[in-house]
């Protein structure tokens, strides 16, 4: 039974300023086509999903309703004929087919840090999107099987003031900004009253005489 064991590991970085579950489909969805053209893999044959989540996090479920959409789009991009198991309990043995397990799902994205942070002026953070996927596929007579770990590193700089618009309903895709000093935080609110009486008062001012 020959066994292929090799990791796959992607690095993206300032690139154009793609939305965060863009980032992942991309990079994980070529990783999961690969499947489909190993060596010695009849691509005629049926594959069976079976997707597993991390016990210890996403109770939410979002990081296995991501991947089982992920596999959906892929595996019809390419035509070949798929399906989605709970478990391999209930697989039959009648018929020659691929079994693929996904699981140890690890997607998370952070903003560890500014990039840049002028005072009262432009502002930039670094967005760090990281993904670690387990994938193991077998025939189902035992004679091919595969092991490969899906691996997403990527990094780039997006602007502090809009990051939720990079996120999505995935929780995945979402995190925490690094805080705004407390200095800056509580003078802009007061620059803005008195610029704003300021323009008041000059304007009513122009106006009478």
């Keep these: 039974m020959p066994l292929l064991l090799f990791q796959s590991f992607v690095i993206n970085s300032q690139g154009s ?7 992942f489909e991309d990079n994980i969805s070529s990783e999961l086509e690969k499947i489909f053209y190993l060596p010695d893999v009849n691509r005629n044959l049926q594959f069976v999903f079976v997707v597993k989540d991390n016990d210890n996090a996403n109770k939410d479920n979002s990081q296995r309703s991501f991947i089982t959409s992920l596999i959906r789009k892929t595996a019809e991009k390419n035509n070949v004929r798929y399906s989605i198991s709970k478990d391999t ?3 039959s043995n009648d018929s020659a087919f691929y079994v693929v397990k996904i699981g140890d799902i690890k997607l998370s994205t952070k903003y560890p840090r500014f990039k840049k942070n002028n005072f009262l002026g432009e502002k930039t953070i670094v ?13 189902i007579d035992k004679k091919y099987s595969h ?10 700089e997006i602007d502090y003031d809009s990051y939720t618009a990079y996120e999505s309903e995935y929780s995945f895709t ?3 900004p690094p805080n705004v000093s407390t200095t800056e935080s509580l003078i802009f609110p007061v620059l803005l009253v008195v610029f704003s009486a300021a323009a008041t008062i ?3 001012a122009i106006r009478s005489k």
Aim: proline content about 0%; hydrophobic content about 40%; overall charge negative.
């Design 202 to 204: 000059l304007f009513f």
């Design 127 to 139: 967005r760090q999107i990281d993904g670690n996927i387990s994938v193991e596929i077998e025939s």
């Design 147 to 156: 092991n490969n770990n899906i691996v997403l590193h990527y990094t780039d």
């Design 17 to 23: 300023k793609k939305y965060t579950l863009e980032i």
């Design 174 to 176: 979402k995190s925490i």
């Design 89 to 91: 309990v209930t697989l």
